[in-house]
């Protein structure tokens, strides 16, 4: 049997708010943190009742500093959660100690209800629906558990074909229409949640990312409800996915007529099936197939803080950055640049295998090719626009200069560590801001500049570390001369591969670092 909604799943830009919103605002329990089962590198967050039943769920896959979406025809426009019809003048109050905004109430098809947009943008709405409440409200929160947010009350999806999408959702979903409002077709399932249909000829169309929805998942009891469903749908035109095992439920997925994309879940396993329910949400867990180890994962994906625990204030600077906090940080601060196509979290893993209790300040280049970040602009795999390098290393100097202040670090005391590209900005940076950068790591580095300007680099000390088999490598001797002869204190090694890096570098960055630490 299908009856109602399993879950909702968005998209936010930045965890810490969407953290601050759902589980600090509104009450609602963290009970699954998870890598992203499509892609091991996006945080997946899920917030419930305090089992994390099904009809619960609000999920919201992470994508840190991505681009933002659109919101329009093929996608879901709002989310309603399910509170005691009592309890608006409670959130409302609320949101205006938070500081808020908010419209309403309003009455919509007989209950109260009270509009709010989250970090994102994502209209959210609190809906006072008197026989819709969880079977294990959450009163784990700051909220009395009268006014605690219950469970999902439904969604509305946009579309410019409101007949077929209401006649698909009432055909293999189990909704029936309940009544209409204007362009609004109300349908209720079984379990008592909605769908409002939304006739949207005339809208724009919806566009994926970030502020945006991006799926409705249907409860389905068990898998041969679920195998019925996906014969009944492969019948039609709906081309449903294949079978996905999610760990916490089976799924499929299918785009009905207007183009919403829409899942089926089973109930079972559900959330307790790796942690017991009075621990949920204290864990990451990784997919069982991920690429990426859950060590890496843990260093790569963005951190947060639940509310009132202490957490790193990000702060908007003119480079996309991240931080990695170790459980036990020692007070040494890595800078690290990617190569290109990279992104701010690419070197973590290795330099987390490199200095396990440092923290890792990760930049991401703003020049892009081919739609992949760099940090400047080449015109041939050995040739570079020199504008470009010295604009870009201008502006880098200006985030560093910021990030010192604003997350009180010690610039005597930070080490630089860049690869390829990224390093090539670096060495650039010894000549165009000298006083900048004192300490470094340059791995499978070149010199790019034309014309180097004279600079003093006594006091920096440099490593260099290129692959013997790299087409780049043959250029690292005379890198290594130009800095000595500058002054730096240069210290080199070449290691038997090629441009890549690995595990070989990292017993050569840990040697030199003891070194200089001595």
Known sequence: MVSGIHHITAVTRKVQANVDFYAGFLGMRLVKQTAGYEDATQLHLFYGDAAGTPGSLLTFLTWEDGAPGRAGYGQISEISLSI???SIGYWLTR???FGLSSEGPADEFGEPVLRLKDPDNIILKLAGAKKLASPAAWDGASIPVEHAVQRLRGATMLTEKPAESRTFLETHFGYRFQASRGTIDRL?????????????????SGAPGTGTVDHVAFRAADEETLLSVRKALEATDASPTNMHDRKYFRSLYAREPGGTLVELATDKPGMTVDEEQAALGGKLFAPPEAITNLHDLKVMLPQFSMPGQPRVNYRELPFVHRFY???DPDGSVFVLLHGSGGNETTLMPLLNKVA?????????????????????????????????IKTEAE??????EGAVKSYGLDPQKVVYVGYSNGANLLNSLLYLHPNLVHKAVLLRSMPVLSDYPHADLKGTDLLVISGKTDAYGKYASELEERLKSSGATVDSDVIAGGHDLGDADVPIIQKWLLQENR
Do not use: C, H
Request: glycine share 8%; charged share 25%; proline share 9%.
């Open 95 to 97: 949101a205006m100690s």
């Open 356 to 388: 396990p209790r440092a923290t890792l300040l990760g930049v991401r280049g703003r020049a892009t090719e081919e739609g992949f970040p760099r940090w400047y602009k080449r015109i041939t795999p050995f040739s570079f626009d020199q504008n470009d």
């Open 395 to 400: 502006a880098f100097a200006a985030f560093i």
């Open 188 to 204: 209720v399932s079984q379990s008592g949640d909605i769908i409002d249909v939304r006739d949207a000829r005339g809208f724009w």
């Open 325 to 327: 906090t170790p459980p």
């Open 84 to 86: 005691n019809p009592t």
